[in-house]
């Protein structure tokens, strides 16, 4: 089995006169992450991993990650992001995602929320929570697209019952 020892965090948003699709495909552009093979993934970061620098992916890679995106109209707001931190205990992490008709900070509340309900039911304290949020109000006449995400970028061997 594959455990990610790399994440980085990316974000970007973006609109377009044609659809809602080209809206989401630009903003994954803007993200550089528009020539892989997304694969959503649930929200869990492991033990060891570190945070990088965003890079380069090769074209076509598949490539697992938490992602949030949010599509909008004309006069819509909309927002997308994610929040993510580590366990004090140092055995990894977690991933929050969320994505809203409105504001950004409206979202950033409702994945602090988030954050602190994934703490109380696992009994755990997190160290920092970072969050990372894209908001747009879309033009008149256009589509848009907020997209927030963790990418997991470099992976180790790992094996049941132990790490």
Do not use: W
Not at 4 to 25: G, H, I, K, M, W
């Amino acid at each position: 089995m594959l455990v990610a020892s790399e994440f980085f965090v990316t974000s970007a948003r973006a609109t377009s006169p044609v659809s809602d699709l080209n809206a989401f495909d630009l903003a994954l552009l803007g993200a550089g992450l528009s020539e892989q093979n997304l694969v959503a993934v649930s929200s869990v970061l492991p033990a060891g991993i570190e945070q990088v620098e965003p890079r380069e992916m090769p074209m076509g890679a598949v490539t697992f990650c938490v992602l949030s995106q949010m599509r909008g109209r004309g006069g819509d707001r909309v927002a997308a992001g994610i929040a993510y931190a580590m366990r004090k205990d140092g055995k990894g992490g977690y991933v929050a995602e969320g994505h809203l008709h409105g504001s950004a900070q409206s979202l950033r509340e409702e994945l602090s929320r988030k954050m602190t309900e994934m703490s109380r039911i696992r009994g755990l304290e997190f160290g920092e929570v970072h969050y990372r949020i894209e908001e747009l109000d879309v033009p008149e006449d256009e589509y848009g697209c907020c997209f927030a995400s963790v990418v997991f970028c470099e992976y180790r061997r790992g094996r049941c019952g132990g790490l």
